[in-house]
């Protein structure tokens, strides 16, 4: 069993930063992905950014490309997720999301990840 819990959410003024962080523990060598997912009010859950151990795959959404960045500290199990020029329509619960699909390619569907984590409020004021 894998138990994944994420920190670093809050409010903040459009064009401000977050740094979202999540730690996996427990049987955490049948691990090969780690990722992050949002879900906005009245909407879907959607894909944001994951990385994957083979290779170092990175993948980001569109939306968010070139303003959020991925990362991992793998002596500590952690994933980071750095977000620059936050925009309103960011507002959103952020869930971190662990994956047993070994690929070359970063998992990118929700179905994809096993283990979740409860999530935490990303809020972007204007």
């Known amino acids: 069993q894998v138990q994944v819990v994420e920190s670093g959410g809050g409010l903040v003024q459009a064009g401000g930063s977050l740094r979202l962080s999540c730690i996996a523990s427990?049987?955490?060598?049948?691990?090969?992905?780690m990722a992050w997912f949002r879900q906005a009010p009245g909407k879907e859950r959607e894909f944001v950014s994951a990385f994957s151990w083979f290779g170092f795959s990175i993948r980001y959404a569109d939306s968010i490309k070139g303003r959020f960045t991925i990362s991992r500290d793998g002596a500590q199990n952690t994933v980071y997720l750095q977000m620059n020029s936050l925009k309103p329509e960011d507002t959103a619960v952020y869930y971190c999301?662990?994956?047993?699909?070994?690929?070359?390619?970063?998992?990118?569907?929700?179905?994809?990840?096993?283990?979740w984590g409860q999530g935490t409020q990303v809020t972007v004021s204007p």
């Open positions: 427990g049987r955490t060598s049948s691990i090969y992905a």
């Open positions: 999301a662990a994956s047993q699909v070994a690929g070359t390619a970063a998992p990118s569907r929700d179905y994809e990840y096993r283990y």
